[in-house]
Structures are given as structure tokens and as C-alpha cells.
């Protein structure tokens, strides 16, 4: 499994960004998929309409977004970010992840589930004025 993100809007003259979070569970119907961001470096960032760094949110709908079996498809989804003031962040995306596999192995042997941590690599965010030349 693997998880990946590209910024797919913002600019170094504005606060917000946006990312394409791609997730691939190499065919395993996920049960829960989970992300927030990483604080590296730099100046705070917030994501999904305010959550700071390390606050996991759900970033899919049930009733938009899963299949006729209640399978939610989260390969992709796309976050918000912010950053709270002027200056470069460093962050990292990261999801936690569960299995259907998992969740029926707990329900057969009442075994314990454990997420699995998955993060992509570094993004540098920037933000800054423009001097008049």
C-alpha cells in the first residue's frame, strides 16, 4: 500500500493550497482511511476548514462515496490546507488505515484492530509577498 500527494492549486502569493491524495491499497477494500498532515518544519498549517496538524479527519461521505456494499472508495481525495501566517511549512500527508480484511478477522477470533500508518513524502508549502520592482 502506498500513499502519495501532489498540490494541485495555490501559489506563493496566497495562504491556501490544495492536494490530489492518491492511496493505493493493491485491491484491498478499505473499511476506514483517515489522513491529517505532519508538521516538518516551519509555519503551522491546518487542513480540512481548520484542523491542525497531527488531528486525524474522515474526508469522504458514506452516502456520496460507497458502493452498493457500503465500501468506500478512498483512493483519492483532495485537502485543504492553510497556512496560519506568512513563510514556508514542510509537511508530510499521512493516513491511517484498516482493512476489511482486519475488521472480519476481529469479528471471527476478537482479535484487536491495529491502523496501519502510512505518510508521503516531504511538501514544501510557501507563502510570501512580492517586492515591487
Known amino acids: ?26 485491491g484491498e477494500d478499505m473499511s476506514l482511511v483517515i489522513h491529517t498532515i505532519e508538521q516538518i518544519s516551519g509555519v503551522a498549517v ?3 476548514g481548520g484542523a491542525p496538524a497531527d488531528e486525524y479527519l474522515h474526508y469522504k461521505n458514506l452516502e456520496a462515496d460507497a458502493n452498493a456494499d457500503g465500501i468506500i472508495d478512498y483512493s483519492n481525495v483532495e485537502m485543504h490546507l492553510v497556512q496560519a501566517e506568512q513563510g514556508t511549512s514542510v509537511i508530510k500527508v499521512v493516513c491511517s488505515a484498516i482493512t476489511v480484511a482486519q475488521v472480519t478477522a476481529k469479528e471471527d477470533n476478537g482479535t484487536t484492530v491495529t491502523p496501519t500508518i502510512y505518510k508521503t513524502g516531504a511538501l514544501t508549502l510557501e507563502w510570501h509577498d512580492d517586492g515591487f520592482v
Open 1 to 26: 500500500m502506498e500513499l502519495k500527494a501532489r498540490r494541485i492549486s495555490g501559489s506563493p502569493f496566497s495562504a491556501e493550497d490544495r492536494l490530489d491524495v492518491t492511496f493505493d491499497s493493491d
Open 46 to 48: 491546518t487542513h480540512g
